[in-house]
T-cell receptor
Framework: EPEVTQTPSHQVTQMGQEVILRCVPISNHLYFYWYRQILGQKVEFLVSFYNNEISEKSEIFDDQFSVERPDGSNFTLKIRSTKLEDSAMYFC???????????FGDGTRLSIL | GIQVEQSPPDLILQEGANSTLRCNFSDSVNNLQWFHQNPWGQLINLFYIPSGTKQNGRLSATTVATERYSLLYISSSQTTDSGVYFCAVVSNNNDMRFGAGTRLTVKP
């Protein structure tokens, strides 16, 4: 069964540095998402992406965040200047249609020092 | 935005017991999914169930969309069922909203 693949599984970065989290969605998916889960808390929506542009974003997704699908395959989340509070598990997800099930990757654990 | 409430927040069971987890949501939904987050942090999709009833082995789920709730049933629980169970919904917007989860501990 096809899977959503996220790399790296764990990223450790110094505060203030830029970080890029990568995702390879399932090939026939059209809708792409990023979510964040701070340790011990619930999963929070960050952004959805369709037709090469952002379709929805939450209040968490400020100017420090950006998303890109540069080559029609990878879907990336960039945090421009990381803060301690960016430490979390970041999940990528995808779906064929907006109201159909979303398939999640295994997540990238981001630790900011 | 849509509110998602799960109950109970914590549940401790003996192996072999049955349980029911509840998810209430505040608006009509196009999508509802139940996830199990295992100890490694992975979100395992259990059910896609915007309405109706589905069964998969010892697990089943029912969503009554008109009354804005969903139930997840776990029968004959095993220690490997331990973890956090999340309900997540999509309403008119494209974003998925998660509940706070139910932390299940199954004791041998």
């Amino acid at each position: 069964e096809p899977e959503v693949t996220q790399t790296p599984s764990h990223q450790v970065t110094q505060m203030g540095q830029e970080v890029i989290l990568r995702c390879v969605p399932i090939s026939n998916h059209l809708y792409f998402y990023w979510y964040r889960q701070i340790l011990g808390q619930k999963v929070e929506f960050l952004v959805s992406f369709y037709n090469n542009e952002i379709s929805e974003k939450s209040e968490i997704f400020d100017d420090q965040f950006s998303v890109e699908r540069p080559d029609g395959s990878n879907f990336t989340l960039k945090i421009r200047s990381t803060k301690l509070e960016d430490s979390a598990m970041y999940f990528c997800a995808g779906g064929q249609v907006s109201n159909q099930p979303q398939h999640f990757g295994d997540g990238t654990r981001l630790s900011i020092l | 935005g849509i509110q998602v409430e799960q109950s109970p927040p914590d549940l401790i069971l003996q192996e072999g017991a049955n349980s029911t987890l509840r998810c209430n949501f505040s608006d009509s939904v196009n999508n509802l999914q139940w996830f199990h987050q295992n100890p490694w942090g992975q979100l395992i999709n259990l059910f896609y169930i915007p309405s109706g009833t589905k069964q998969n082995g010892r697990l089943s789920a029912t969503t009554v969309a008109t009354e804005r709730y969903s139930l997840l049933y776990i029968s004959s629980s095993q220690t490997t069922d331990s973890g956090v169970y999340f309900c997540a919904v999509v309403s008119n917007n494209n974003d998925m909203r998660f509940g706070a989860g139910t932390r299940l501990t199954v004791k041998p």
